[in-house]
């Protein structure tokens, strides 16, 4: 017979300065808060998971032949390029003309891999400057923070795999801020993304508000030993009080922070070997681009599993990255090949590029399945957006967008098809649902017209 121990929401396993969060246990319910998932005021602690959002970005547009499935409704066929999610079929749905009008040109002329990035998640025309006068708006993520983010240690999660700079001209008179980022708290403030996973794993199971001095012991005890040796004893005691299916859980959870550690560590000792003498890569940053990609993917995991944030964004590449993917047999940069001009073997190595991105979608979606919350999953518990401001990279257009949304917002979104909506539609209707689903009320967002509805 299992343990009746209720366990608060807010428990953490401590030691040497740190605290670290636990993930939803079924000792958690029946807990003192009661509130509906992720709405403003309840604090989760009634055991009922809460609504998580994240929004992932790629670069550059898509081969949209490639792209889009055929056929609508639950009966659609995924395309080459979304063949990766198949798993994934009921759990999401592909959206199909949806448009960001503002990250057209509208008299500003060229520019549309900068503005598709800061457009991405305001839904507001970019100012056309590469001085420090720039403005965007407000994203959508930054809504949903300021009215839920007091609920969790981090009020939101800001990942990406390239860095950016935030002054100076990047694309056709618009500033390196607009490139680099697509989460922004004010209309002249971008949220700077992390891009190494150590850091971002110190940021989670540390605590930032504690005096430098505890700090220091901390990231000294971290240099020597596994943050589980730091917690080990709180951890145990804290499993003797657990039922059967709460300490396959806890065991379950410890097993993966072990395991994010040793990539990370590895990772640093990897990338500081191969290197000259005189370059030194920080520790924790993968060298393999995929590899990069999958342990910021699981830090997102990690941050939603233990309830640190709610709210993340990911982005997978900066808006007009020029990286090549070699190892899947494409050398030349991804920019220079989105100018395809129709050549065939051009379109063939971006749809390569696209696949590539969505099977690390689909690995993210794949850790998210994994992770059990009472009778579903974190994946049932979240809405993850993936997609792009621009098309079809060559044509430099924003209708139509390459929008891919998975999860079920908490059991609130009827997954499993295909929609077509109106040229023009704008994507922040879709963005205005999304809210709504975390409890957060707005009349308007961006250029939004309405609620997108067909999601119930």
């Not at 100012?127 to 930054?142: F, P």
């Not at 999860?407 to 098809?417: A, D, H, M, V």
Request: glycine share 12%.
């Amino acid at each position: 017979m299992s343990k009746r121990w209720h366990v608060s929401r807010r428990t953490a396993l401590r030691g040497l300065g740190t605290a670290m969060s636990l993930p939803l246990l079924d000792a958690m319910s029946g807990g003192e808060a009661q509130g509906a998932p992720g709405a403003p005021g309840g604090d989760s602690s009634s055991g009922k998971a809460p609504v998580r959002a994240a929004w992932i970005f790629v670069p550059n547009g898509k081969n949209m032949e490639e792209w889009r499935p055929k056929g609508e409704g639950t009966g659609y066929t995924l395309s080459k390029t979304l063949a990766p999610l198949k798993k994934f079929k009921d759990d999401m749905i592909v959206f199909s003309g949806l448009t960001h009008d503002k990250a057209r040109a509208n008299g500003d002329g060229a520019g549309d891999h900068a503005r598709s990035a800061g457009t991405f998640l305001t839904g507001r025309q970019c100012k056309k400057t590469s001085g420090k006068d720039i403005r965007a708006g407000v994203s959508i993520d930054q809504i949903a923070a300021q009215k839920i983010g007091k609920h969790t240690d981090l009020g939101s999660l800001e990942l990406g795999c390239q860095p950016g700079r935030q002054s100076g001209g990047c694309d056709s008179g618009y500033s390196c801020a607009y490139s680099s980022n697509i989460s922004w708290r004010g209309p002249s403030t971008p949220n700077s993304k992390e891009i190494n996973p150590k850091f971002v794993f110190e940021r989670m199971f540390g605590d930032a508000t504690q005096a430098a001095n505890r700090q220091k012991r901390m990231k000294e005890a971290l240099n020597k030993k596994s943050i589980l040796d730091l917690v080990n004893q709180d951890a145990k005691r804290l499993r003797g009080e657990l039922g059967q299916s709460d300490q396959k859980k806890l065991d379950e959870y410890l097993d993966s922070v072990r395991s994010i550690e040793r990539r990370i560590q590895g990772a640093g000792e990897g990338g500081d070997k191969k290197l000259p003498d005189k370059v030194k890569v920080p520790g924790g940053v993968p060298r393999e681009f995929r590899e990069h990609l999958r342990l910021l993917a699981d830090m997102m995991v990690l941050a939603f599993q233990t309830d640190t944030t709610r709210i993340a964004t990911f982005m997978f590449a900066n808006a007009g990255s020029n990286r090549n993917y070699a190892s899947v047999g494409v050398r030349q940069g991804h920019h220079s090949l989105s100018h395809h001009g129709r050549n065939k073997q051009k379109l063939t190595q971006i749809q390569k590029i696209d696949q590539f991105h969505v099977e690390q979608y689909a690995y993210l979606l794949d850790r998210m399945q994994s992770v059990k919350e009472g009778e579903g999953t974190l994946l049932d518990n979240s809405m993850v957006l993936y997609g792009s401001a621009i098309g079809d990279g060559n044509r430099h257009n924003h209708h139509d967008l390459p929008i891919v949304m998975a999860g079920r917002g908490g059991g609130t979104i009827k997954t499993g098809s295909h929609l077509k909506f109106k040229r023009d539609t704008p994507l922040c209707n879709l963005f205005l649902e999304m809210l709504d689903r975390m409890g957060v009320k707005e009349k308007r967002f961006g250029d939004s017209t309405g609620r997108l509805g067909q999601l119930t």
